[in-house]
């Protein structure tokens, strides 16, 4: 399996140790190029609006969304900003997954907080780090709401693709991404 990582700001690292422990091959995304071959992307966490600005330099704007419609991808943070439809105040990016997101959501006081978070579909809480974390506001058609956190929507996910509010490559836990990847898999089995 091979999967590509957004490589233009943010937590890149942290997502590849992630993803090479659970033994895939990782491609560092940078050009339009970079995107062909993948069976799944992740979108790190960072600063969306930078992001932007990069992606836009890179000329990847236009493949990212093209890529979207077929390419399953996992937005963390500042990648799960990338990917919804609508931004309470700003323009969206990719429009991959029908919702509307509300950026720092979680105001100055709280910051950052870490906690254990039941997630629908993994067996145990999964342990979530928030850092200046954007909230899910809605959902439309086709998007399943997955977790929340004091009933405001923290992650979700499409028949293609995941994303959360928090920062799962900042724990050992591997959970996620490990669902991240048995989503791709089942997908390609009931494909082929
Ligand atoms: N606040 C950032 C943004 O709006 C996201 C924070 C993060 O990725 N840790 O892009």
Do not use: W
């Not at 236009?62 to 991808?73: D, N, S």
């Not at 998007?143 to 996910?157: F, G």
């Not at 693709?161 to 669902?179: G, K």
């Amino acid at each position: 399996m091979v999967i590509g990582i957004l490589d233009v700001q943010g937590a890149v690292r942290e997502h590849r140790q992630q993803l090479e422990g659970l033994g895939v091959d990782v491609v560092l995304v940078k050009q339009a190029s970079d995107l062909e071959k993948l069976d799944g992307l992740v979108l790190p966490g960072g600063e969306s609006t930078a992001m932007r600005r990069l992606i836009e330099r890179y000329e990847l704007l236009e493949p990212l969304r093209e890529k979207a419609a077929t390419l399953p991808m996992f937005g963390t943070c500042a990648g799960m900003i990338l990917l919804a439809t609508a931004i309470e105040a700003g323009q969206s990016h990719l429009n991959a997954i029908s919702m509307t997101v509300r950026r720092n959501a979680f105001g100055r006081q709280i910051d950052s907080f870490e906690g254990l978070l039941p997630v629908e579909g993994i067996e145990e809480p999964i342990e979530a780090v928030f850092i200046r974390a954007p909230l899910i506001l809605s959902v439309g058609e086709g998007t399943r709401v997955i977790a929340k956190v004091e009933e405001q929507i923290v992650a979700v996910e499409t028949s293609l693709h995941l994303a959360c509010s928090f920062h799962p490559e900042l724990t050992e836990d591997n959970r996620l991404h490990q669902y991240f990847l048995q989503k791709i898999k089942q997908r390609q089995s009931v494909r082929s």
